[in-house]
């Protein structure tokens, strides 16, 4: 097996677990809420950007992949937006909240990938491909066009978010918010407000992820289980609440992914990453970044 | 001066404070106390004779003996009637089992058998235990796997095959429970959820475990075939119950004995108090886990007899919600909730088959609105109404501008005297009236002659100050005979001396009379 191969592979799937896994972790910190009903985030982004696929059937493939792209990232943010209104807002100031979060996420998601299915049906959509078709050599690496895409555009969005987040008044308020709730809350920003923003970028960077990795999976109800738990992992390792804990998962686990399947075979990846992410958990009890005096009291 | 007084306008009728056009006191007099009622049976002495579990000094039901203080007579409460219902509510399904018709629905009450015992398994690990692992499904799922290839391929017989899966409960249970030392919360919570998907994926990808069937058949099970398919349903039925109750029990024996009552004074954010106070609550969180682990194991071994074998949807997101559903519905870290939200979202999804994804939606939808609206799911709804009601009643009172002379429930409740909460609206109303028929005629009445025949308010100031309680009750003393008078007020209590109110000297007794009076008045009026 090359290793050149299996470097690209594992960057590739770094970029996409890192897009997953820091939205989970900016809205554990921030809201401090588990966001489980982010596969269904996922799923829905998947079935907005197929719907736009399918509008747009005679058109410069070109304009199709910017348009399938940017409707993945729209339903992605407005389905967070419904998450948020949905879970976040009625019970945010209730008491037991972080375990009344998460399980109202998880019925979310439960009603809603079984109205996905009601209304789509059990059969899988294919996504048109967003890149085209093409693919470049450079001597032994082969880069094909959805890796190259893939690779691209989460890197951009991540860079894109992350400026924004350093830089503007809206992730000023988000960084207050992850650093200490109550202090920002004291000094004026508005709990709801701000967590109707964060779930709309997270929402976002799931839509991405959804376009991203259904170049190469299916559209389906259930699609978005498997990229859930893989975020949900990814920011688990990486401490809840670290972008950068978050980035070094990923590569970590995205190389671990890539060797995995290349030396013992796809079924043991899950098995593996597991093992791995139980050592660094069991060394680590907050991730690799994470701070243990530091992790958000609830 | 008689005459002045007694024609003055300031006088009133008397009557007209009692009478029902009269000024009444305008605040409601609510019915306040926490008085509860419960059925009195009849009793011998209050010493009662209790039933307890063998060879232990447990009470099967708590039971309080008291004399009733007005009829004499012995009488015994039920104080925790939760036993006895339990007990109907197992009677009334297993008695009205066997006139069932539908086999749809003795298939639903055998799988509700199952995951109730699951269910209970699981509640332990969240509720008693305080770890949030939503693993356990995967626990039952290991086991059923283990014990039905085992079966298959070593040809176990069906009463094996629980106690192999305990045994693979303990191994896969220990393997779980190594990240729950160091990891707390949510954390856990995460890392287990994706142990259900990687037991999910390694199961439908293995040839071992039957990738290709959809699931691992052929075990030995329990029916035997000569039954007919009814009366197999119904074996099926009891024997599940019969699981439930044994989970049931073992509920009650981790929560009660000693390993419970540890946990119990080890809640979530106070861990850091009981390690102070000497309790070793990791250990003890590590002991539930791996006893309910086994427990689990043993349950997937039967399911694997029951169903004679096991298939990936144990394993799947899905299923786990549901589960969670029904532990969540009926309410965190209670048996009764874990066994009623099982029924309810097993009965919803079994038996309206033919409602397709709608019927989840709809179990989704319960959840969700419990988890928006109760604090504690359907059991918790008693002590969430009950702080709704008092947070109402203390807003309600607190928005009250006029007052009564009430007491306040919480003082209420704790008088034993019960007279006196009525005594005390009496005496407002009282005070009210005769505050009207002080003015400066009645004053100068009294300066003038103390004793003696007065007018009709006068007199009826008099015997109200006259009838006031002992406790600072004013009072005149001689200093020197016929020459100095003080005021003084009473203690109120045999062998302490009254002390003395201010020092003014007071001449002649009238004078000192009438001081004593215009302090009463200054009172009257101020309270």
Redesign the interface.
């Known amino acids: 097996m090359d290793w050149s191969y299996i470097l690209l592979s594992a960057l590739t799937l770094a970029s996409i677990y890192g897009l997953l896994a820091i939205g989970i972790s900016i809205t554990?910190s921030s809201v401090g809420m588990?966001n489980?009903a982010y596969g269904l985030t996922f799923a829905v982004a998947g079935y907005g950007a197929w719907g736009v696929a399918e509008l747009m059937v005679d058109v410069d493939p070109i304009i199709t992949g910017v348009a399938v792209v940017a409707a993945g990232i729209g339903t992605g943010a407005l389905a967070g937006v419904l998450v948020c209104l949905?879970?976040f807002i009625?019970?945010h100031d209730?008491?037991?909240f972080?375990?009344?979060g998460?399980?109202?996420t998880?019925?979310?998601?439960?009603?809603g990938?079984?109205?996905l299915?009601?209304i789509f049906g059990p059969r899988v959509k294919t996504l048109p491909p967003v890149f085209g078709e093409w693919q470049a050599e450079f001597g032994a690496i082969v880069l094909t066009a959805d890796k190259a895409g893939a690779l691209v555009s989460s890197i951009l969005l991540l860079a894109v978010t992350l400026t924004w987040l350093k830089s503007s008044r809206r992730g000023l308020e988000i960084r207050a918010m992850m650093m200490n709730p109550h202090g920002a809350a004291i000094v004026g920003i508005g709990v709801r407000r701000t967590g109707i923003y964060v779930m709309a970028l997270t929402g976002a960077l799931a839509g991405l992820a959804a376009v991203l990795l259904c170049q190469t999976y299916f559209v389906s109800p259930?699609s978005g289980?498997?990229p859930m738990?893989k975020g949900?992992?990814v920011?688990?390792c990486g401490g809840?609440g670290s972008v950068s804990g978050a980035l070094i998962a990923a590569a970590i686990l995205g190389l671990n992914e890539s060797l995995t399947s290349a030396y013992l075979g796809?079924?043991y990846v899950?098995?593996t990453q597991?093992a791995l992410?139980?050592i660094i958990?069991?060394i680590r009890?907050?991730?690799i970044a994470g701070m243990l005096d530091k992790a958000r009291e609830a | 001066m008689f005459d002045k007084v007694w024609k003055s306008a300031a006088w009133k009728n008397p009557q007209d404070v009692w009478s029902s056009a009269g000024a009444r006191s305008k605040a409601a007099l609510h019915p306040v106390g926490r008085l509860r009622w419960y059925y009195k049976w009849p009793a011998h002495s209050s010493n009662l004779w209790r039933l307890r579990y063998p060879f232990t000094r447990r009470n099967v039901l708590r039971l309080r003996g008291v004399y009733n203080p007005k009829s004499l007579r012995a009488e015994k409460t039920i104080v925790d009637r939760r036993p006895v219902y339990w007990v109907l509510g197992l009677a009334a399904l297993a008695a009205i089992a066997p006139f069932v018709e539908s086999s749809t629905l003795l298939a639903a009450g055998a799988i509700f058998g199952i995951y109730a015992a699951i269910n209970l398994c699981w509640m332990l690990i969240v509720g008693t235990a305080g770890i949030f692992s939503l693993a356990s499904p995967a626990v039952v799922g290991a086991a059923a796997y283990g014990s039905a290839y085992l079966s298959i391929h070593y040809g176990l017989p069906w009463w094996a095959l629980p106690f192999v899966g305990s045994g693979f409960g303990l191994i896969f249970g220990t393997l779980i429970a190594l990240p729950a030392t160091r990891l707390d919360g949510f954390y856990y919570a995460l890392l287990t959820l994706g142990i259900n998907e990687l037991c999910r994926v390694y199961v439908v990808q293995s040839k071992l475990f039957g990738s290709a069937t959809g699931g691992l058949y052929g075990a030995d099970s329990y029916f035997p075939e000569s039954w007919s398919e009814n009366h197999q349903l119904l074996l099926g039925f009891y024997a599940c119950m019969l699981l439930m109750i044994g989970a049931l029990f073992l509920y009650r024996f981790v929560n009660g004995t000693r390993l419970g009552r540890i946990l119990r004074a080890a809640p979530e954010k106070k861990e850091a108090f009981a390690e102070a106070t000497g309790i070793n609550y990791r250990a003890a969180r590590i002991r539930v886990f791996i006893i309910s682990s086994i427990a689990l194991g043993f349950i997937g071994g039967f399911y694997a007899a029951h169903f004679r074998g096991a298939s990936p949807s144990l394993f799947s997101f899905d299923v786990v919600l549901l589960m969670l559903a029904m532990i969540v519905i009926g309410g965190l870290g209670r048996a009764e909730g874990a066994v009623v939200g099982t029924l309810i979202v097993i009965f919803l999804e079994k038996y309206f088959l033919e409602w397709g994804p709608m019927r989840l939606i709809l179990i989704g939808f319960i959840m969700m609105m419990t988890v928006l609206f109760l604090r504690n799911g359907l059991f918790g709804t008693k002590l969430q109404f009950r702080a709704w009601r008092n947070k109402k009643k203390s807003e309600f009172r607190s928005t009250r501008s006029e007052k009564g002379g009430e007491m306040l429930p919480e003082e209420a409740t704790e008088t034993a005297d019960k007279d006196q909460i009525y005594f005390r609206r009496f005496d407002k109303m009282q005070r009210d009236y005769l505050k009207g028929l002080i003015d400066d005629d009645v004053i100068e009445e009294h300066r003038r002659r103390p004793l003696g025949q007065h007018s009709e308010q006068l007199e009826r100031l008099l015997v109200y100050f006259r009838r006031a309680g002992q406790v600072d009750k004013y009072a005149i003393t001689m200093t020197k005979p016929f020459k100095e008078y003080r005021i003084v007020a009473l203690s109120g209590q045999r062998g302490v001396a009254p002390r003395l109110v201010d020092d003014k000297i007071y001449t002649s007794e009238n004078e000192a009379y009438h001081a004593v009076f215009l302090r009463r008045v200054q009172d009257l009026l101020e309270s």
């Open positions: 554990w588990v489980m949905m879970t009625p019970i209730k008491p037991n972080p375990v009344r998460l399980i109202a998880l019925a979310l998601s439960l009603m990938t079984q109205i299915l009601w259930f289980l498997t738990i949900v992992s920011a688990l809840l796809g079924q899950l098995i597991f992410i139980i958990l069991l009890p907050r991730g």
